[in-house]
């Protein structure tokens, strides 16, 4: 059994254990739903510029404004509008916002190139003014990425001991580091198969990624290099069949795409079992206040019996007393 309460003159009433582990499984539920429905970042590709979106055109009315990017709690860029028209503005590594902002509200936020880094990035605007020292108007999130190279792939001419064929895959240029694995006529390759060693590049955050496969093999055999990165959404395919590399770079997004699938799938199922926890929820409600309305009403019986024969002993007190006199 579960824990007991004490409702009133209700007396004690247990909950059972099924009724504590549906609280449980709907707080789960509501924390799986919040992770399904997280927010998305923006995705900044190294050495290439980002917009970081911020419109408010109520601000065009304002004077003497002062905004402030942040990221985090450094300070990106700070730019001060005058009431003459001039604008002031100190910023980081060549952040900047758009010369028309006091005119259109676009403060959005336009960044040369993104941070090189594995965290997700919160970057805020607030403005200070007369009228609110500190209102943050914006809130972006930012991941970093980079692409990879078309992955290469070539085969060992000369056979290693034991009969074993050894095969190459390389890509470079890329980040965060890659998931590599590979396909051997459509199925992965043996375990202890494959050797995969990722080097930053130098006076770079970038990745270069090398995967060795050795495995006897036919000479008709079908082998693919499959380099992923999560970050930019990409699967990079190498194939090659017989003594000739076939097909080339494929970018698919089956994985993608299934992600998204059961994604959907977990966030819909989730769903459906919190509203069910909240219906049953509501009928153990209604249960336990007509449970209560119905005590209360036997308790009002039980009172107008009783005065009912207290008034009938005060009559029959009133007879005997008037049979004396």
């Not at 259109?104 to 607030?126: A, F, M």
């Not at 070539?154 to 064929?165: D, F, S």
């Amino acid at each position: 059994m579960g824990p007991c309460w004490r409702c009133g003159s209700l007396g004690t009433w247990c909950v059972f254990g099924a009724q504590t582990a549906l609280r449980c499984g709907l707080l789960l539920g509501l924390l799986a739903l919040c992770a399904c429905l997280e927010e998305k970042c923006i995705l900044g590709i190294m050495g290439q510029p980002v917009l970081l979106p911020c419109l408010q055109p109520q601000i065009t009315s304002s004077v003497n404004v002062t905004i402030e990017w942040r990221r985090g709690e450094d300070l990106v860029l700070r730019s001060t509008w005058r009431a003459d028209g001039v604008v002031e503005e100190w910023s980081l590594d060549g952040a900047a916002t758009p010369p028309d902002a006091p005119l259109t509200g676009n403060l959005s936020l336009q960044l040369p190139g993104p941070e090189p880094t594995t965290r997700r990035l919160r970057y805020s605007l607030r403005v200070a003014s007369q009228e609110n020292q500190s209102a943050e108007l914006c809130s972006v999130c930012l991941q970093t990425a980079a692409s990879f190279s078309s992955p290469l792939l070539r085969m060992e001419a000369a056979a290693l001991p034991g009969g074993e064929t050894a095969f190459w895959c390389h890509a470079s240029g890329g980040f965060p580091e890659p998931a590599v694995f590979w396909l051997v006529d459509g199925g992965a390759a043996p375990e202890g198969s494959v050797s995969t060693w990722a080097a930053p590049l130098p006076d770079s955050h970038r990745y270069n990624v090398t995967s060795r496969l050795a495995l006897n093999v036919s000479g008709d055999a079908s082998v693919a290099c499959v380099v992923q990165n999560p970050s930019t959404n990409e699967t990079l395919t190498s194939m090659h069949g017989g003594a000739k590399v076939t097909g080339g770079p494929v970018v698919t997004s089956r994985a993608a795409e299934a992600m998204w699938i059961f994604s959907t799938a977990l966030c819909a199922v989730v769903g459906v079992l919190v509203t069910v926890g909240v219906v049953y929820q509501i009928h153990l409600d209604r249960m336990s206040k007509r449970k209560k309305q119905e005590f209360q009403k036997q308790q009002n019986r039980g009172n107008k019996k009783k005065r009912r024969l207290e008034e009938e002993e005060e009559e029959v007190k009133l007879e005997r007393k008037e049979t004396d006199v």
